[in-house]
């Protein structure tokens, strides 16, 4: 059974830091593109980042929002079969519930997939706030 988990959220002051980890398990993660999404309170779910599978001709891409861009970095261990979103300079806006999303390197788009996902995980909570 394919699934994802993310772990590593929780309360940060603005201009701290957080780790976020998307863990695959049923499925050998290189097969897929992973973005993570987030939703805050009271907003639509938007789309952050996204890496492209290994196995695809565009392996390794990575695509921000504007929003993140510079301050987040994604990558990916598929020998752990995990990817981390690294989170700096975190400001009060970043507050939200953070998704990772699996992608088939199938699809025919590439990331950010049309900041779709196809699997997804339960979420993490981040908040920042002093």
């Known amino acids: 059974q394919l699934q994802l988990k993310e772990s590593g959220g929780g309360l940060v002051q603005p201009g701290g830091s957080l780790r976020l980890s998307c863990v695959a398990s049923?499925?050998?993660?290189?097969?897929?593109?992973i973005v993570w999404f987030r939703r805050a309170p009271g907003k639509e779910r938007e789309g952050v980042s996204c890496?492209?599978?290994?196995?695809?001709?565009?392996?390794?891409?990575?695509v921000y929002a504007d929003s993140v861009k510079g301050r987040f970095t994604i990558s990916r261990d598929d020998a752990n079969n995990t990817v981390y979103l690294q989170m700096n300079s975190l400001k009060p806006e970043d507050t939200g519930v953070y998704y990772c999303?699996?992608?088939?390197?199938?699809?025919?788009?590439?990331?950010?997939?049309?900041?779709?996902?196809?699997?997804w995980g339960q979420g993490t909570q981040v908040l920042v706030s002093s």
């Open positions: 049923g499925f050998m993660l290189d097969y897929y593109g």
């Open positions: 999303a699996a992608v088939s390197h199938h699809s025919p788009y590439t990331c950010p997939y049309q900041w779709k996902g196809d699997y």
């Open positions: 890496i492209s599978s290994s196995l695809s001709t565009s392996g390794g891409t990575t």
